[in-house]
């Protein structure tokens, strides 16, 4: 019995002129619980193809008219017919035969006088591969309907994200301006006050300012980073020299390194040159340095290496402090998470947020390994942007 992966028996198509020839195909067929439909010439079989749609076709070549050859031809030119197997049923056994036959586009050959047992055997063949070749394109189909409907998800909650995102944004941006006014008229009051010489209500705004300031440093952090996740930034790139401005920032924060009992070294090559956002490295690599300052133990080291590599600029920052835990390392660089440890420090956990975001707009990464004791952060600055010099 041959069988298929559908439900329903298969289809053939049996075209021959010679009324015996069917009769016996016919009987071979049926016995193996096939449907059989017939044709007697070219012009038949193109008809009767089209509208039955069979599983299989098994063709004769010599024929009046039209042959098994130009038939086939025709049945492969017809979007409709042309994924229909055809096996050919022939006497001709010379090579350039077979080769004309599978040019026109057939996939067997069964010989006259014709074995009924290899023709139910070629054609069980076939039909077996048709069907897995059916089952195998609607799974394709169904994946791909799958891939669409997921990518229309994505897209969707992208658009969602970035709407969050700007709403934010668009909150930050408004809020900053009167937040700077109030900040204006405090230190106006405090300049008053200072005069005066009262005290207690100065100290009081002074507090104040600080925690105005606190607020629009939050709000500058984020409008930085919605300029970064829309690339607008980009715009910001030039030639510069990133060992310089790591130099410059350990200067910056030398001072700060003292008043602790820290001591800050720096160890870099003569110049890094590459394209990037001179602006935005600094505060990427001061960001790295302050977050090392808050954390290193009393009277501890902090480090800071700027070296070249085969792609780019690194940029390692490491301190003796407590460290992250291996479970808080994937979250610390999500945006306004802070970690147990960072809990008595100030900041809202925009920091190294704001570095990742640097480092993916450089075409870099931001990593954060054990540094046995305490956290070394890793900067690069990548791709085609960098250079050595």
Do not use: W
């Amino acid at each position: 019995m041959i069988h298929s992966l559908d439900i329903a028996p298969p289809v053939v198509l049996v075209v021959d002129d010679t009324a015996t020839n069917l009769g016996l195909v016919v009987d071979a067929l049926e016995s193996n619980n096939l449907r059989v439909t017939v044709a007697r010439d070219g012009c038949e079989a193109l008809r009767r193809a089209e509208l039955v749609q069979p599983d299989l076709i098994l063709l004769d070549v010599m024929m009046p008219e039209l042959d098994g050859f130009e038939t086939c031809r025709l049945l492969k030119a017809n979007p409709l017919t042309r994924e229909i197997p055809v096996i050919f049923m022939t006497s001709l056994t010379r090579t350039a035969d077979k080769v004309t036959g599978f040019r026109a586009g057939a996939v067997d050959f069964v010989t006259k006088p014709l074995q009924m047992e290899e023709v139910a055997a070629r054609v069980n063949t076939h039909l077996k591969l048709r069907a897995l070749q059916t089952l195998q394109q609607e799974q394709n189909a169904r994946l791909q309907e799958e891939v669409n409907s997921r990518k229309q998800a994505q897209e969707a909650l992208l658009e969602m994200i970035n709407g969050v995102r700007n709403v934010s944004n668009a909150i930050a941006h408004d809020l900053r301006t009167p937040l700077t006014e109030v900040r204006s008229r405090l230190e106006v009051l405090i300049l008053e006050l200072r005069k005066q010489g009262d005290e207690r209500v100065l100290t009081q705004l002074e507090t104040a300012l600080a925690d105005v300031d606190r607020v629009i440093g939050i709000f500058n952090a984020l409008l930085r980073l919605a300029e970064i996740d829309a690339g607008v930034r980009r715009a910001g790139f030039v030639a510069c020299d990133l060992g310089a401005l790591v130099e410059e920032a350990v200067e910056f924060y030398q001072p700060v390194a003292e008043l602790r009992g820290l001591t800050l070294t720096l160890r870099a090559c003569a110049r890094l040159n590459a394209v990037a956002d001179p602006l935005l490295i600094a505060q990427a690599v001061g960001n790295l340095i302050d977050n090392a300052l808050k954390f290193a133990r009393e009277n501890g080291d902090v480090s800071v290496v700027a070296r070249a590599t085969a792609t780019g600029v690194c940029i390692e920052v490491a301190d003796d402090g407590p460290g992250i835990p291996a479970a808080e390392l994937p979250k610390v660089t999500e945006r306004f998470y802070r970690g147990d440890a960072s809990r008595g420090t100030p900041g809202v956990g925009l920091g190294l947020a704001l570095v990742k975001a640097v480092a993916t707009l450089h075409h870099g990464t931001l990593s954060l390994a054990d540094n046995h004791p305490g956290l070394v952060a890793s900067l690069t600055i990548g791709g085609g942007d960098s250079a050595a010099g």
